[in-house]
């Protein structure tokens, strides 16, 4: 098991910035990645950014690419979603998911195994 637990979200102007923290615990050693996903009322879950636990590689979907910043701290076991630049239609509920799996398209939710409770974001504009 990896619980994991978001904190950071919240109520922000259109343009503003927010950080995410999601802390990992547990077995930390079998996660080889960590993703963020997001999900807006009446709509799917999407993909927003993903890293791998050793390596430090990151991904992101385009909508956020050059606004977002994906990050860790292996120390803390916590990994951080840095939101600059927000809009309205970033709006949504974000978790943090970990995958245990070596290999996998890693901007699929399907490919993660851990998934943390959530926490709402509100770009007003």
């Known amino acids: 098991q990896v619980p994991l637990v978001e904190s950071g979200g919240g109520l922000v102007q259109a343009g503003g910035s927010l950080r995410l923290s999601c802390a990992a615990s547990?077995?930390?050693?079998?996660?080889?990645?960590m993703g963020w996903f997001r999900q807006a009322a009446g709509k799917e879950r999407e993909f927003v950014a993903t890293?791998?636990?050793?390596?430090?590689?990151?991904y992101y979907a385009d909508s956020v690419k050059g606004r977002f910043t994906i990050s860790r701290d292996n120390a803390k076991d916590t990994v951080y979603l840095q939101m600059n630049s927000l809009k309205p239609e970033d709006t949504a509920v974000y978790s943090c998911?970990?995958?245990?799996?070596?290999?996998?398209?890693?901007?699929?939710?399907?490919?993660?195994?851990?998934w943390g409770q959530g926490t709402q974001v509100t770009v007003s504009s």
């Open positions: 998911a970990a995958s245990t799996r070596p290999v996998g398209v890693r901007t699929s939710a399907s490919n993660y195994d851990y």
């Open positions: 547990g077995r930390t050693f079998s996660t080889y990645a």
């Open positions: 890293i791998r636990w050793s390596g430090g590689t990151s």
